[in-house]
């Protein structure tokens, strides 16, 4: 199931080329890259196009609401309502979808005993996923209904469509401003008409994001013959019209066979809009912006380069980087403007602002790997967080378009900062960020107020507590890391004891991370195998998930249950137990099972590396090579959960390189199993990870060095990659177990 960019489509027996079609460099990376991946299965991802963080997401919607529709699209549909400008890539919530945009061949007549919006569905068209292809920055599809082949195209902040009606009869071009799917409806929508064609507006709603809006400015290259808008199924008079759900039809002559649109976007104002669509693309040059697009595709997909391995790796491996890169998305416009929080409109110079912030994802994997691979946008990803504390008052949990979601649990800028400041990256206010971090975790909201008197989050007081306080803890840690970095030596003990707070949730008897009531009683009954999503103590997993999440101090962890045999027997049960979930109510993102491990949701992303800290790494990279193997697939069902705007691709990525940040502030990247015979990593100083005899059998490290000395630990620093040079490792059949056994060659924890 891969997808070449060649749009060659076999219909009724021919073969058709549309125009730009053409043979790709068999060496581009972007070869190796298919947005179809993830949309089949939970993927929830989308296979439009965009560029890298760009702000336009030009994807088709199927127009069915579901938990497997949080993007628009799905693989299983057949079914195409439009193509909208912005979607969520991965998301366990589905939101955006804004700015729909259908083709139809026939007369649209309004029909007010529909609902006003609903007689819109008997335009909607079938389609084949035969005649269906895509590309970075590029998406192409044969709609049967009104037989118009699509194709679309992108800038940073303007779509670009183009339209090839196969015959004409009653051509027309139906922006459908009130199309929404699953928690979103328009609450507000406008369009104007100018005398000179420009076509003007804006979409407000609410939905995930309680109050979102986006402006847009279009432009066809070549005139309308007439124009229809439509209000609640009744076609209303003049050049302009405004309510929940305004319907623009654009039609054309019948000689007209091909039409061309541009839609610029802003969040701040229609003449940002505006400027969006005169300035990214001043021309109508489709196949040139196509072409712009791949080639800015291809420069980032560059940055890391890989040896080895077979063609369904790499078309992972670059797929996944792919899906990394599309979140966070572009959110100012080209002056810098934008709307915050508190639904101003702010400018900002020097830096881009950013949006969709799935931080309790991305904290884990995507946001480390940002540092390594795109330096340059970590400021700009600081800058953002921080822009969005000065306009709300607090950063960002889960920030969706100048909305704070409050989705999901900890307060995880924390890290994502954390990260980039004891790494070293300037360019902001490190004083100022660290005042918003202490603010976030001061807050008496979500349990903090316990969980700061009694050092834990009492389960019969807050739902899921155990997580909660394990999450607060690391949160806590990363403050307490930066205060030690700033000199700021009661700020470093206050957090410091918190970030140990977590032993609080440990019982020695069960030796599970367990929910404790107000009285400092453990609640019972207990099932580790029990989950009710979002109505227990854990989120979106188990107590048998859960324990692990003691990144900061895996050491301490150990302890807690008794040593290094007993941890390791724990952990091996993990994966061994029946791949099994109680309760009628568990959450759905407990997916991509290997005993109790769930790879398809977050909570468990650090936990094959663990081993390392206990002195068997052996089946740390045994167990990594399993998952890289099984849970990621070159098809559409390719992923064994969401996506989560990247960090499902993220741990792949890195993983599949031989690093992963288990304790992601902390620079530290401790060894998996690397699964192609040379990775580069091209930013800065060049830096090389070879692995030599590898193969499917040879999984086992069996030495390493680091420019051509021994490593006698099992991790490597963020400085000495960025130091450039050379990581070897040889591997082999059979594990080392005498390599890396020591206290001393485990990576560092809060205890040691």
Known sequence: ????????????????????????????????????????????????????????????????????WCSGYHISDSIIAGFSHLHLSGTGIGDLADISVLPVNEKVVPDTAKGGQEFMRSYWSQFSHHTEQAEPGYYNVYLDKPQVWVELTTSLRTGFHRYVFKDPVQPAIVFDLGFQINWDHPVDTYIEIGNDGLITGYRRSSGWAADQIVYFAARFDVSFSGVNLIRQGVSINGSSGQGMGIIGVFMFDTDIDTVQLKVGLSTANIEGAIRSLEEEIPHWEFNTVRNMALDTWEEQLRRVSV?????????????????????????????????????????????????VFSLWDTFRAAH????????????????????????????????????ETNTMIGYHSIPVMADAILKGFDGFDIE????????????????????????????????????????????????????????????????????????????????????????????????????????????????????????????????????????????????????????????PDISGLIGQYAHGNEPSHHIAYLYNYAGQPWKTQAMVRKILNEMYRNDYDGLSGNEDCGQMSAWYILSAMGLYPVNPAEGIYTFGSPLF?????????????????????????????????????CYITHEEILAGGLLQFEMGAEPNTTLWTAPESAPPSMTK
């Open 1 to 68: 199931m891969n997808r070449k960019a060649l749009f060659i489509i076999a219909l009724s027996g021919l073969i058709v080329c549309l125009p730009g079609c053409k043979e790709s460099d068999p060496q581009a990376h972007t070869d190796y890259v298919d947005p179809f991946i993830g949309t089949g299965g939970h993927g929830h991802t989308y296979p439009g196009a965009a560029l890298p963080f760009g702000m336009v997401q030009l994807s088709p919607d199927n127009g069915t609401s579901g938990w497997d």
């Open 677 to 713: 015979d040379a990775v580069t990593i091209n930013t800065g100083q060049s830096f090389k990870i070879m692995a030599l005899n590898n193969n499917a059998q040879n999984m086992y490290i069996q030495r390493a060095t680091l420019n051509g000395e021994d490593l006698s630990r």
């Open 432 to 587: 100022e960020a660290f005042d918003a971090m202490k603010k976030s975790a001061r807050q008496n909201t979500r349990g903090l107020d316990d969980y700061k008197d009694l050092g834990f989050v009492p389960a019969d007081k807050e739902n899921e507590s155990v997580s909660k306080a394990l999450e607060y803890a690391y949160d806590d840690w990363c403050i307490a890391a930066v205060a030690k970095k700033l000199g700021h030596q009661a700020d470093y003990d206050e957090f410091i004891q918190r970030a140990g707070f977590y032993k609080n949730h440990f019982d020695p008897r069960t030796q599970f991370m367990r929910g404790k009531l107000a009285s400092g009683e453990w609640r019972t009954p207990f099932d580790p195998l029990y989950s009710r999503h979002r109505l227990d103590d854990y989120t979106e997993g188990n107590a048998w998930q859960y324990t692990w999440f003691v990144p900061h101090d895996v050491e301490g962890l150990i302890q807690l249950f008794g040593g290094r045999e007993a941890f390791i027997t724990k952990l091996d049960s993990l994966f061994t137990l029946k791949e099994q979930v109680r309760g009628d109510q568990s959450s």
């Open 368 to 403: 480390p790997l940002f540092t390594l691979i795109l330096p340059e946008e970590v400021p700009g990803l600081i800058h953002s967080m921080m822009s969005f504390y000065r306009e709300s008052g607090l950063l960002p949990v889960w920030e969706l378009h100048g909305n």
């Open 307 to 355: 040896q080895g391995g077979s063609e369904d790796q790499k078309i992972i491996f670059y797929t996944a980087m792919y899906h990394a890169l599309l979140a966070p998305a572009l959110y100012s416009d080209m002056d810098g403007a934008y709307t915050g929080p508190d639904k101003t409109i702010h400018q900002i110079s020097g830096f881009r602002r950013y949006t």
